[in-house]
């Protein structure tokens, strides 16, 4: 099974920068869309950046401009830069892995930010 670490999370003023990591057990990126996803408390949890199947990034409207997905595939690592940081983007950042050709998910553990003064 494939297990993915997260890391990176922690507590950052508004403006701020913070760097979050994923790291996969072993090579995953041919069989499977890396994305990272957010749930703040009481709501649902959000697609923020993503691959697509073909290579493409995508970003959710309210991070745009400001975060930026990135791959390192002989690390087997995804990378998630988030800039110029706000409170609304307070929440558990999750790391995921969807098999291409059945959309099975896998998800890390999660990892914490928190945007405050």
């Known amino acids: 099974q494939v297990q993915l670490v997260e890391s990176g999370g922690g507590l950052v003023q508004p403006g701020g920068s913070l760097r979050l990591s994923c790291t996969a057990s072993?090579?995953?990126?041919?069989?499977?869309?890396m994305g990272w996803h957010r749930q703040a408390p009481g709501k649902q949890r959000e697609l923020v950046a993503g691959f697509t199947s073909g290579g493409f990034t995508n970003y959710a409207d309210s991070v745009k401009g400001r975060f930026t997905i990135s791959r390192d595939n002989a690390k087997n690592t995804v990378t998630l830069q988030m800039n110029s940081l706000k409170p609304e983007d307070t929440a558990v950042y999750y790391c995921n892995a969807r098999r291409r050709f059945d959309h099975y998910d896998i998800w890390g553990q999660g990892t914490q930010v928190t945007v405050s003064s």
């Open positions: 072993r090579n995953i990126f041919s069989t499977y869309v």
